[in-house]
C-alpha cells in the first residue's frame, strides 16, 4: 500500500528551504507514530533538508537523477517504477512524505492520504500538489491537542481513495 503523509498550512504551504516552515511537535509525534516500522520515500533535496539523517526505524528510500547519489543505509531510486515495484513487495506501509514534486509524481499511485491542516498561514516555497477531492472520501478527523508547545490549531485528517 502507498500512503501520503503532510502537514500543511491554510493555504496547502508544506515547505520552506525544504524544511518545515512551523514548528508542531505534536505532528512530528504522529508522523513517527504512523511511519515507524514502515518505509518512508522522499526527494533528495527533502532528505538534505533534514541534514541528510536517516530516520530511526524506518526503510528510506531516496528518490533522485542523480545516478551516483549513494546514502549509507538507505535505498536510492531513481525511478517511480522502482520505488512501485518495491511498494508492491513489502509488507507495510510505503509512505510518500516529500517534497511537493514526490507528492506530485506519486499521487496517482496512492491509496490513502495522512495530512495534518494546520489551521494558519505561513510563509514558505513549496505546496502540495492539486488534488481532485472528488476522487477521495474522509475516513476520519481528529483535532489536534494546542499547548504551549503546539501553539496552532489542527486536525488529523485521513482520506482513501474511492473505489470507481
Not at 69 to 82: D, K, N, P, T, W
Not at 113 to 141: A, C, Q
Request: aromatic letters at 16%; a negative charge.
Amino acid at each position: 500500500m502507498i500512503a501520503a503523509i503532510w502537514a500543511q498550512d491554510e493555504q496547502g504551504l508544506i515547505g520552506k528551504n525544504h524544511k518545515l516552515p512551523w514548528y508542531l511537535p505534536n505532528d512530528l509525534k504522529f508522523f513517527k507514530k504512523m511511519t515507524e516500522n514502515n518505509t518512508v520515500v522522499m526527494g533528495r533535496k527533502t532528505f538534505e533538508g533534514m541534514d541528510s539523517k536517516l530516520l530511526p526505524n524506518r526503510q528510506t528510500i531516496i528518490l533522485t537523477h542523480k545516478p551516483d547519489y549513494h546514502v549509507e543505509g538507505a535505498l536510492v531510486m531513481h525511478s517511480i517504477q522502482e520505488v512501485l515495484d518495491y511498494a508492491e513487495k513489502f509488507e507495510g506501509i510505503t509512505f510518500i512524505t516529500g517534497g511537493g514534486e514526490i507528492y506530485k509524481l506519486f499521487l496517482p499511485y496512492t491509496d490513502v492520504l495522512y495530512r495534518t491542516f494546520i489551521k494558519h498561514t505561513f510563509e514558505g516555497d513549496t505546496y502540495f500538489p492539486y488534488i481532485d477531492w472528488y476522487d477521495w472520501n474522509m475516513v476520519s478527523v481528529s483535532e489536534g491537542e494546542v499547548d504551549e508547545q503546539n501553539i496552532y490549531p489542527h486536525d488529523y485528517e485521513t482520506y482513501q481513495r474511492r473505489k470507481i
